[in-house]
């Protein structure tokens, strides 16, 4: 079964402060994964790839195989950083089901002043 | 704006009655993958069309059917329709039709009364 599952519905934190976003997955080989976020009004937008490694408006996630987990995490929180998270993922190229991504209940972070 | 657009951007309607829905791609993308998000069930896959042609189903209703023209616009046709089917709709498009960054549209939030 392909899941991915979000623990936390809420998470608030303070400026400043360390903020991660928890991501655990079910699936029975390697799928690409992803982090999506929705600010206030605004439409779902990636935020990054596990594929790309790359580190977005100070965000990055670790993927652990072992724990099938795709944590998001940012060392210092800004205000600008609340938004809805969802994490996803997608059956890897040329698997059954690979066109579409499979998502998180997502998570509504808050950043305190 | 060559973004991913979706028409219109709210629908109120009655049960019974059927809408449509308008999606159209960004530019030079040729997938089209149609999404629902409820609160009770979040982000769900509904189908994908890639150039025209259906290329995976998701949990989409034998009421919903969509398809995609040939200048790539995608729409999303939903009759007979109940309360529980009120939900937002989201829109995606991509260049490939798999492994590759999807792409999001606004939305159509759609209220059945």
């Known amino acids: 079964a392909q899941r991915v599952t979000q623990p936390e519905k809420l998470l608030s934190v303070f400026k400043g402060a360390p903020v991660e976003l928890k991501c655990n997955y079910s699936?029975?080989?390697?799928?690409?994964l992803f982090w999506y976020v929705q600010y206030s009004r605004q439409r779902l937008q990636l935020l990054l790839r596990?594929?790309s490694r790359e580190s977005i408006k100070g965000f990055t996630a670790d993927l652990n195989k072992g724990e099938t987990s795709f944590h998001l995490k940012k060392p210092f929180a800004q205000e600008e950083d609340s938004a809805m998270y969802y994490c996803?993922?997608?059956?890897?190229?040329?698997?059954?089901?690979?066109?579409?991504?499979?998502f998180g209940q997502g998570t509504r972070l808050t950043i305190n002043p | 704006d060559s973004g991913v657009t979706q028409t219109p951007k709210h629908l109120i309607t009655a049960t019974g009655q059927r809408v449509t829905l308008r999606c159209s791609p960004r530019?030079?993308?040729?997938?089209v993958y149609w999404y629902q998000q409820s609160l009770d069930q979040g982000l769900q896959f509904l189908i994908h069309?890639?150039?025209?042609?259906?290329?995976a189903k998701g949990n989409i209703l034998e009421r919903f059917s969509a398809q995609q023209f040939p200048d790539l616009h995608s729409e999303l046709n939903l009759s007979s329709l109940e309360l529980g089917d009120s939900a937002l709709y989201f829109c995606?498009?991509?260049?490939?039709?798999?492994?590759?960054?999807?792409?999001f549209g606004p939305g159509t939030r759609l209220l059945v009364l």
């Open positions: 995606a498009s991509s260049f490939a039709p798999w492994g590759e960054t999807q792409y």
């Open positions: 699936y029975s080989g390697s799928p690409e």
């Open positions: 596990h594929i």
């Open positions: 996803a993922l997608s059956p890897p190229w040329g698997a059954q089901g690979a066109q579409k991504l499979v």
């Open positions: 530019s030079g993308d040729l997938s």
């Open positions: 069309y890639y150039n025209g042609e259906e290329r």
